[in-house]
């Protein structure tokens, strides 16, 4: 169990949705990869169905598949009706991300900072979900799934990123982050308010937070996994 005193294109819907803010924080899904995996999900498309099929008839799917992908983020509405469960929408952003490689220095630094806390023993991923089913039905900006190498128990954390303090969330977690707290965390280059300290600060704040959230799950779940002792301290706020 985590110790939580311890530790070591075009533009579419997808692009569009949310504010810019959590597309920096929070990263962008590949849209078009996005599009190819809810298509297969809607139309049971597997694999080895996949492999079958002949030259020809996998252009006429790739071209059915960007059609469906165009239509399908061009709107709230148009995500909105095409329905995924939780767990289809996951298994959507997955297929179209990678994981242990965010693309945006505040998640990606979070998942680095607790992947060096947890390894050996369990494997740390990140993904986005802005704008896709996840966020726009289930309310889920992004989330860390955690899995324990040995049994290939998955624990989630989810994510939801706003400017404000809604007062209830569906979301395991809700990061508050303001418009002049963005600038002190945004690592690019054009940003001269990109302040070390208070970036240092609120990343090991948020660790804190997965750690506790991960700490009830394990505690509540039936098969309870121990997290390593780390060397490095959060200190909970």
């Not at 899904?29 to 996998?58: A, D, M, Q, T």
């Not at 095409?82 to 997955?94: D, K, P, V």
Request: proline share 2%; charged share 35%.
């Amino acid at each position: 169990m985590f110790n939580s005193n311890k530790f070591e294109s075009s533009t579419s819907y997808i692009e569009r949705m949310g504010s810019t803010f959590e597309h920096e924080l929070l990263g962008d899904v590949p849209k078009r990869k996005y599009g190819e995996e809810v298509y297969k999900i809607k139309h049971r498309l597997s694999e080895e169905n996949l492999k079958k099929l002949n030259p020809e008839e996998k252009f006429e799917l790739s071209c059915k598949i960007r059609e469906y992908t165009d239509d399908l983020t061009s709107s709230y509405e148009n995500l909105k009706d095409s329905y995924l469960t939780r767990r289809e929408a996951m298994t959507a952003i997955e297929n179209s991300e990678d994981g242990h490689k965010p693309l945006v220095f505040f998640a990606g630094t979070i998942r680095k900072k607790l992947a060096e806390y947890a390894e050996p023993d369990f494997d740390i991923e990140y993904f986005t979900a802005v704008g896709t089913h996840l966020d726009v039905l289930h309310g889920i900006d992004a989330y860390f799934k955690i899995t324990h190498l040995d049994s290939g128990l998955e624990f989630i954390v989810t994510i939801d990123l706003s400017q404000m303090d809604k007062g209830n969330q569906k979301a395991d977690l809700l990061w508050v982050v303001t418009k002049e707290e963005k600038d002190l965390y945004d690592h690019s280059v054009t940003n001269k308010y990109f302040d070390k300290q208070a970036f240092e600060e609120r990343t090991d704040q948020e660790i804190n937070n997965i750690i506790k959230e991960l700490n009830t799950k394990m505690r509540n779940g039936e098969n309870r996994k121990k997290f390593p002792e780390k060397k490095r301290e959060i200190v909970a706020c």
